[in-house]
Structure formats: structure tokens, C-alpha cells
């Protein structure tokens, strides 16, 4: 049992015997030219010792253990980050420099700035909303990202993150419109489907409504968006959307957007939408399969069509619509059981004689 010991002991005095003048003459340099030292060894034991100053000293060394994020040794980059999120808010005077780093290419130590930023919480939103209006583009990404994870502490970035959402390139205001819907403020959301740029609406709708917090369900205040005849058709087309882009979450929805199949305006999205929820929506589009407007039983058809699983159980109502009189009707009935494909729809699809007349 002794032997391994011996064997330890005898490693670290060799290593301290070897490394112990270059050790010795790198002792005596102030700590930040040993903070960046061409040997890792060293920078690491720097880092180790301004762990165990007081927070108010450390903090005069912010801006190196910052820049000690991006060091080529992997262990001084994991100690200067625990650093750093030991620090809490006493790393406020640094975030201008943390947030610099969001232009860092490598993907994972933007990742660790971006969450030691946002475990400040209130404390760094000021510089994230200065960095929102930055010119490089990395950094108004690397801010959004940064305020999305802080969820609805962020709200006072809200005005500065919609600024965004008419930005030309694509990446920043996919993330601004995530960001607004991960802060959580539906009213806000709902006031830009409501008078919001065309963009904005199109992106609040896609992304916004989808990335709201689990307990946070606006259906209804989209249904009553929805049903306004009041709202703009634009406005009710983004409604529409924003329920589709929830997917099932948006089951409440059903029979406000199976009846909205009937609006020529928003019928087709509201097909869509249905589609995108899935079997939670089955049944009742299968009753608009029966409609009396033919333009619904087409809209129906084609969501059930658009559902990710096969809608095994409307195969009956399809196949007695294969004869429609509409022939719109007729052929989308056939695509839809062509997509669920039972040998009972492909037997039935394959008896009709539907064809473009």
C-alpha cells in the first residue's frame, strides 16, 4: 500500500525539482505579466492565487481573466471562468469587456461568456442593450442570445431587441424576435402582430409566440385576435401563424381555426396552423371534411394532409370526397391519402379516376 504513495511523492519532487528556478523566477513578476506568461503552468498558479484574494481585489483583475477565456490551455480558460462566475456581481465593471468576447468565433467559449453574463441578471442588461446597437454583428447576436437566456429579467431590452426585428440580414433578428418571445411579455408580442412592419409580425409570428415559457399560453388572446373583425387582415393572418408555430400547444385553437377556413383571407394559414397541430386537431377537421363550402372541405383536406403523423382515421371521410363535385376538392382529398398511405387509401386512390379536366 506504501509503494504507490512513495512512487506520488517521488513525481511531484521531481516535478518541483525541474520546475522549481523557472517557478522561482517567475515568482518574482508582478501577477498580471505572470496572468500572461508563455507558461501555462504559470498562468494557471496566477489565476489560482487571485482566487484567494478578497472580491474587491480580484475585481482589479477582471479584464485579464476575461481575456483568459480564450487561452490556448484548457484548463487556465475552465479556471478563469470559475473566476469569473464566483465573482457574481462584482464582475458588473467588466461586462463591457466580457461582452467584447461575443464576437469570439469559437462557439463554446462564446457559450461560457454568454452564460457568465447572464448569471449577472439585471446587472449587465445596460451593457447588453449598449451592445444590441454595436456595428459588428457577432456582438448585436451574442447580446440577444445573452438576454434570451435571461428570460423575463430582460424586459427593459425589449424596445432596443424590436429595433432589431427590421434589421436586413437575417441571424439578428431571427435572435431578437427568440429573445422577445423567451422574455415572455405576450402583451408586447401581441401589440406587434397587431401594428407591427410586415417583418416584424412575420418574425414575432415564426419565432416570439413559439419560444414563450412553458406557463405562458396566449391562445387566447390570439383566438381573440383571430375572431376580430376589427384587426387588420394582416394583423389576424399573424395571429393565425403565430398559433401554428405552437403546434400542439395551440389545441385550444381548433374550432376558432377550422372556422376560420371559411375566410378567404386567412383560410389557407388557418389550414396550415391546423396542420402543424397535429392529431389534437383531427376530429374536428374531419367534420369540415363534411362542410357545405367547398373551400373548407379543401382547407381540411390539406391539413390533414399537412399533419406530421398519418391521420389514419380520416381516411373514410377522404376517400367519399374522391367523387367531390368540386374537383379542388376531389384532389386534394386523393394527395392527402396518398400521404397516409394505408393500403386501404392507395386501393381507393388507385379505383378513382380523378384527373386534371
Not at 337 to 346: C, D, P, V
Amino acid at each position: 500500500m506504501m509503494f504507490p504513495r512513495i512512487k506520488t511523492f517521488l513525481f511531484v519532487v521531481m516535478v518541483f525539482f525541474y520546475a522549481s528556478p523557472s517557478l522561482m523566477a517567475q515568482s518574482s513578476n508582478p501577477l498580471p505579466e505572470r496572468l500572461r506568461s508563455s507558461q501555462s503552468f504559470v498562468r494557471l498558479l496566477a489565476l489560482q492565487e487571485v482566487g484567494r484574494f478578497a472580491l474587491a481585489e480580484q475585481v482589479h483583475y477582471l479584464p485579464l481573466l476575461v481575456e483568459a477565456l480564450e487561452d490556448k490551455d484548457a484548463d487556465v480558460q475552465l479556471n478563469a471562468a470559475a473566476l469569473l462566475a464566483s465573482l457574481g456581481n462584482e464582475t458588473e465593471s467588466a461586462v463591457p469587456v466580457m461582452v467584447a468576447y461575443l464576437r469570439e468565433p469559437d462557439s463554446e467559449r462564446r457559450d461560457v461568456v454568454m452564460t457568465l453574463i447572464s448569471n449577472l441578471r439585471r446587472t449587465a442588461i445596460p451593457a447588453l442593450i449598449d451592445a444590441l446597437r454595436d456595428e459588428d454583428p457577432n456582438i448585436r447576436l451574442g447580446a440577444c442570445q445573452t438576454l434570451g437566456k435571461m428570460g423575463k429579467e430582460a424586459e427593459e431590452a425589449i424596445p432596443a431587441l424590436i429595433d432589431l426585428l427590421d434589421e436586413v440580414s437575417q441571424d439578428v433578428p431571427d435572435c431578437a424576435s427568440v429573445a422577445l418571445g423567451k422574455i415572455g411579455k405576450v402583451d408586447d408580442l401581441i401589440e406587434i402582430i397587431k401594428s407591427g412592419s410586415d417583418r416584424q409580425r412575420e418574425l414575432i409570428s415564426k419565432n416570439g409566440f413559439y419560444h414563450l415559457p412553458e406557463e405562458i399560453d396566449p391562445t387566447g388572446a390570439l383566438i381573440e385576435l383571430v375572431k376580430s373583425e376589427e384587426s387588420r387582415p394582416k394583423a389576424r393572418l399573424s395571429a393565425v401563424n403565430a398559433l401554428g408555430s405552437r403546434g400542439s400547444k395551440s389545441k385550444n385553437a381548433v374550432s376558432p381555426l377550422v372556422a376560420a377556413m371559411a375566410d378567404q383571407e386567412i383560410g389557407f394559414a388557418a389550414a396550415r396552423a391546423l396542420g402543424k397541430i397535429g392529431l389534437s386537431a383531427l376530429s374536428n377537421t374531419i367534420e369540415a371534411l363534411g362542410s357545405t363550402n367547398f373551400i373548407v372541405r379543401s382547407w381540411a383536406a390539406y391539413a390533414i394532409k399537412s399533419m406530421e403523423q398519418p391521420a389514419v382515421e380520416a381516411v373514410p371521410s377522404l376517400i367519399a370526397l374522391l367523387d367531390d363535385q368540386e374537383l379542388i376538392v376531389s384532389l386534394d382529398a386523393k394527395s392527402a391519402l396518398e400521404r397516409i398511405g394505408t393500403s386501404k387509401a392507395l386501393e381507393a386512390v388507385k379505383r378513382s379516376s380523378i384527373s386534371l379536366r
